[in-house]
T-cell receptor, first 110, second 112 residues
């Protein structure tokens, strides 16, 4: 079993839609949960992270962690074509991620 | 500009021909690492280094070598590449073990 499982997509949505990206993880020892965004032909960049359970909001993005079910979510409101990318979830004992999901490819159609 | 650079960005080679992928960071970061990214498998760590002359194996170190003679550079060496090392490689650095990593732009390697 992979430590972090993620649906590969692709997920195609119209501009303005609310997007929900999800992961499950198995290592309950990790306290940090990260979302990375990776544009085509680029390296991943940290989008946001949460510590332990709960929500964190940053503009149009909300990260959510449910430690009881080992479920990580990223919501994107009012999605834009510029949000088209692959989104990687990750976990770790600190903000340096140790285990990555395989990524979900998102396409936002104008 | 703070960044992690990798060279080359694209490389096609043949089985057994030694190659080196360079990685350099200008942020004075202590920690550097190498990952490979394969479809369906995500990012997997190959090697990491916590400081100059300190390196350790990640999850998939077989067939790779690294060195850290200077703080800013962390080259990845494939002594005898094989087709199963065809992949997208990323170098990353962070100030320490607890902080965010910054990734390079990637090196796409094809071994024929």
């Amino acid at each position: 079993q992979k430590e972090v499982e993620q649906d590969p997509g692709p997920l195609s949505v119209p501009e303005g839609a609310i997007v929900s990206l999800n992961c499950t993880y198995s290592n309950s020892a990790f306290q940090y949960f990260m979302w990375y965004r990776q544009y085509s032909r680029k390296g991943p960049e940290l989008l946001m992270y949460t510590y332990s359970s709960g929500n964190k909001e940053d503009g149009r993005f909300t990260a959510q962690v449910d430690k009881s079910s080992k479920y990580i979510s990223l919501f994107i409101r009012d999605s834009q074509p510029s949000d088209s990318a692959t989104y990687l979830c990750a976990t770790g004992p600190g903000r340096r991620a140790l285990t990555f999901g395989s990524g979900t490819r998102l396409q936002v159609q104008p | 500009e703070a960044q992690v650079t990798q060279n080359p960005r694209y490389l096609i080679t043949v089985t057994g021909k030694k190659l080196t992928v360079t990685c350099s960071q200008n942020m004075n970061h202590e920690y550097m690492s190498w990952y490979r990214q394969d479809p369906g498998l995500g990012l997997r760590q190959i090697y990491y280094s916590m400081n100059v002359e300190v390196t350790d194996k990640g999850d998939v170190p077989e067939g790779y070598k690294v060195s850290r003679k200077e703080k800013r550079n962390f080259p990845l060496i494939l002594e005898s590449p094989s087709p199963n090392q065809t992949s997208l490689y990323f170098c990353a650095s962070s100030p320490d073990l607890d902080n965010e990593q910054f990734f390079g732009p990637g090196t796409r390697l094809t071994v024929l």
